[in-house]
């Protein structure tokens, strides 16, 4: 109870904004996706299989996948950040439609870019196989309204339309479908119980990056802990939804230019 206590105080003194949080997730991905496209997929030939095997077998590839592998480490507080903001989004907007269609615009947008850094390809059969993760929180979103409705009824019904919600994900391929999931559930079901939602978080969190990445992802859980429910002093909202498919965009083109003149 002492510690609990201490982290209370402390959440008081260094709380962090929406913004801050939103400053932390973008700098995460940023960085996760420097790592996955121009180390992996740039410098070390990673759309092509056999180029990529032979390229990591040199003993000069060492630290770049050293450094690769830290990258995506840090990578991994970005999602479960993003999806409490998602959460977060839903609890305070005035217009929830709007806000709905806002993230399903911002997913179709967005899948270009994501099919160009993740397959070297679009509107290819093999792009199907895997849909940016935005669809994730669009998928999630609607969930929440189901939720929402239902918990007036009863809040067991309201497990449901997680239930239907994973199945759509995993039906679709969208990135981080059950991890997703299950993070927006227990963000929003557990919104007024700040122990217990940070410490399933926490578990999820590790799951999800334990067999890569060490379990780095917990984390992003340190950041969460700390949010004092404050807007902040920036206006990163339109620049928030432009930094997605912009910095794939950049991302790609870099690569495009450099490696393949």
């Not at 003194?13 to 496209?37: C, K, P, Q, R, W």
């Amino acid at each position: 109870m002492n510690i609990l206590r201490w982290l209370e105080s402390k959440k008081r003194e260094i709380g962090l904004s929406h913004n801050a949080l939103i400053i932390v997730a973008m700098f995460a991905m940023l960085v996760d996706h420097v790592a996955f496209v121009l180390i992996k997929n740039g410098k070390l030939y990673g759309y092509d299989t056999a180029l990529y095997e032979n390229a990591i077998s040199l003993p000069e590839a060492k630290p770049w996948i050293l450094l690769y592998t830290i990258f995506r480490m840090v990578g991994r507080i970005s999602f479960p950040i993003y999806a409490f903001l998602i959460v977060e989004g839903f609890r305070k907007t005035s217009n929830i439609f709007k806000y709905v269609l806002r993230i399903f615009i911002l997913a179709i947008v967005s899948e270009l870019p994501f099919d160009l850094i993740v397959f070297n390809k679009c509107f290819n059969a093999d792009c199907l196989m895997l849909q940016n993760v935005v669809f994730t929180y669009f998928i999630g979103l609607l969930m929440l309204v189901a939720v929402k409705a239902l918990n007036s009824i009863s809040e067991i019904l309201s497990v449901v339309p997680a239930i239907v919600a994973i199945v759509a994900c995993y039906l679709l391929k969208t990135d981080y479908w059950l991890e997703g999931i299950i993070l927006i559930y227990t963000f929003y079901m557990f919104r007024h119980d700040l122990n217990v939602k940070c410490l399933i978080a926490l578990i999820v969190t590790f799951m999800m990056s334990i067999q890569r990445y060490y379990g780095f992802g917990v984390l992003s859980v340190f950041f969460i802990y700390f949010y004092d429910g404050q807007k902040g002093y920036l206006d990163l909202k339109r620049f928030h939804y432009i930094f997605y498919p912009l910095h794939m965009f950049i991302l790609y083109g870099i690569i495009f230019i450099t490696y393949w003149k």
